[in-house]
């Protein structure tokens, strides 16, 4: 299995330089390929264009990234929501790295397309191990995370009917679209339909879903999902 590549933004030199010690001797095989105070500076580390971070540089070497530990609150003043899409619209996912006290700030990112936190309070081992979770498909949900959501009175529940919410149940555990409508008693069609209607209901209460991993974090946060549910605890559940 390929290293997974992680970056670290924080506008503090020991932490930086904590994660470099930690990802040289983790056993999560991780390779730290990027260490900035902004995601400016990553993005011109990493050979992205400023104005489009999808490109390439002109006269940059790109060096590809698979999750980035970022702080919320950086010495530039710039927004999380700003920075978690300037980072996803490079192609990598974005692992919420901060002490966990501003639920704002949490909720900010986690609209943007975060996909979890990690306090700094605990190892920096932990961290690192998150970021392989992040890369492998796995979303990190805390009790941090899990407040910062209920506290959200803008924080919107797709209205599902019980036949999408078994749906989203099985394929966010991890069935696959034959599995779910072998188990529902459906035509596989009427899955595929199910999940299309699925993203669309949460697309338009502004917490988009385009794929399957986004559709277990959303079941998650809508207590749908264990996080700790996989297809093996799932199917001792039917």
Known sequence: MPSTLVAVVDDHEVVREGVRLVSMTSLADVKLVGSADSVSTLLDQLGRDPENPALTAQGSKRIECDVVLLDLSLADKSRPASNVERL??????????????????????????????????????????????????????????????DGDVEFSRAALSPRERETLRLYASGFAQVQVARRMGIKQSAVKTNIDRIREKYARIGRPAPTKIDLRIRAIEDGLVDPEDDVTSAEKKL
């Open 88 to 149: 996803r619209s490079a192609g990598m996912k974005v692992l919420i790295f901060s002490i966990g006290e501003n639920a704002g700030l949490i909720r900010e990112a986690l609209r943007a397309g975060a996909l979890g936190l990690v306090r700094k309070s605990d190892p920096l081992e932990h961290a690192i191990e998150e970021a392989r979770a992040i890369a492998d498909g796995k979303p990190v949900i805390t009790k941090e995370l899990a407040a910062a959501i």
